[in-house]
């Protein structure tokens, strides 16, 4: 990979210039609060922003949060993670209300060596993830104004063809950050030639969104485990009944070719819990999968495939997780989110936890993060890889 790194950047010397990093800290916020739920994405971009400030680099962090369109609504504000990463980094982080407007510009000029600022919610300006090329050229030419180099650490983002991660490297001189190359270092290690056997765990909602990686996987991995809300659809197209669970009716008979193609490599739930309601406090009890009563709404994997999941994963030299196995946040359906994040820290395999909510739920149960070889913090950047799909922000570093 052609790529040039952040070791490249500081042995030019970067002590009085101002660097431009893109990070992701797009972190997931109390509804009701708004407190910052999970730093895990603030924290894994802190080797790189010390090491810049370290080396006396005047650092111009920017960021998306959440999916505000296009302009600017205080709920997707990054003041409080401006905060949060002033305390993790251990020094004042200088906040600017906007992001390339005045107090954008006042900001950055004000910085003094080994400085940090954060600039306000990338996607508070419609040119960021514009479609037409001009009108994120124009951003980006607006955010290139703040560094004299610039680096993509925002691994979360890369799939994303935004000015911040596609066009602002097109005008500056380009490296990856920390993160980023260690993201790309590990996944690679899985799209190589993984040690076998290979077995991956897919859940969260939706098969459409997980689709494209599943065709991608099923010829590499020897053992592929489907659970959480998604596995409905996959049980349907095997005739079974879901009661009123999560179901992608227009997606049954895709599941059912991918079942039919997958020489018995996919592995479903054979008992799930089955709740009253979607609801913390809802009745509920473990049914077999294909016995879901017509009014039960399916929100966990059952004790029995979390057992038959564990014998599969049992042995694995490598594993891949992306998704929870049912409704984690609920305590009464963690358990087998809990029971296949166990299963898969003790494993004596290279293990990778794609990011998003997989990457969550670890630090929510309170599993000890270092138990696994990788946690991703790129939920869909990290399925986009092991797609084989060309990364926009990847590409931009290259060239
Ligand atoms: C993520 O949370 O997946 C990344 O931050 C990218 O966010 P996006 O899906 O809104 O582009
Ligand atoms: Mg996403």
Redesign the pocket.
């Given at each position: 990979m052609s790529i040039r790194t952040l070791d490249d950047l500081l042995a030019e010397g970067v002590s009085g210039r101002r660097v431009l990093v893109r990070a992701d800290l797009n972190v997931p916020l109390d509804k009701q609060t708004g407190d910052i739920t999970d730093d895990g994405r603030i924290r894994a971009v802190l080797p790189t922003l010390s090491a810049l400030t370290g080396a006396g680099a005047k650092v111009v962090v920017c960021s998306h949060l959440g999916r505000p369109k296009g302009t600017p609504d205080p709920k997707f504000s990054l003041g409080p993670v401006a905060g949060r990463l002033g305390e993790l980094l251990g020094t004042r982080v200088h906040f600017a209300t906007d992001t390339v407007g005045e107090s954008a510009r006042s900001t950055v000029d004000a910085l003094a060596d080994g400085e940090v600022a954060l600039l306000e919610n990338l996607r508070f300006n419609a040119g960021e993830t514009s479609k037409d090329d001009a009108e994120r050229g124009a951003f980006a030419d607006q955010l290139a104004a703040f560094g004299d180099a610039y680096v993509d650490d925002a691994f979360?983002a890369v799939h994303r063809k935004h000015a911040s991660v596609h066009d602002v490297p097109a005008r500056l001189p380009h490296v990856a950050g920390r993160l980023v190359l260690r993201e790309v270092e590990v996944l690679s290690r899985l799209t190589g030639e993984p040690e076998r056997p290979y077995v991956v765990v897919l859940g969260g909602s939706k098969v459409s969104d997980k689709l494209a990686v599943i065709e991608a996987l099923l010829p590499t991995v020897d053992r592929l485990l489907i659970g959480g809300g998604m596995c409905f659809t996959f049980l349907k197209a095997q005739g079974h009944e879901v009661g009123s669970s999560l179901l992608e009716e227009e997606m049954v008979e895709t599941c059912r070719n991918l079942l039919e193609r997958s020489e018995g490599k996919i592995m479903l739930p054979v008992d799930v819990v089955a709740a009253d309601a979607f609801a913390p406090d809802a009745a509920h009890d473990t049914v077999p999968a294909d016995g879901i009563p017509s009014k039960r709404v399916g929100l966990d994997i059952g004790p029995e495939t979390v057992a038959g999941f564990a014998a599969a994963l049992k042995g694995a030299r490598t594993i891949f997780w992306n998704g929870p196995m049912g409704v984690f946040e609920m305590p009464a359906f963690a358990h087998g989110t809990r029971g296949i994040a166990e299963t898969i820290a003790k494993a004596d395999a290279f293990t990778v936890v794609g990011g998003?909510d997989s990457a969550a739920a670890v630090r929510a149960l309170g599993l000890d993060e270092s138990s696994f070889g990788h946690i991703s913090t790129g939920?869909?950047a990290s399925l986009e890889y092991l797609e084989g799909k060309t990364l926009p922000g990847i590409a931009a570093l290259e060239n």
């Open positions: 979360g998003g939920g869909g």
